[in-house]
């Protein structure tokens, strides 16, 4: 299936779950913007979610550094 993030349209993502039911759903995760979301959801989830350019992603994400603690 050709699978892209709801909100920036990307398409580098990775599953974080799967359902506890064998094959009802998984969970997948945006390694650009980081939304989640379920794979049970892309079908009517898109009008509700607000798309993000990537100017945008970038103002509200950080760079996460464990050093740094």
Known sequence: MDRKCLRC?????TCVGD???????????CN?????????EE???EPYVTKLSQ???RSITWSYDPTLK
């Open 9 to 13: 349209d990307g398409t580098d993502y």
């Open 19 to 29: 359902s506890p039911v064998k094959g009802k759903w998984q969970l997948f995760r």
């Open 32 to 40: 650009t913007c980081s939304f989640v979301w379920r794979s049970t």
């Open 43 to 45: 079908s009517y989830l």
């Open 55 to 57: 100017e945008r992603i």
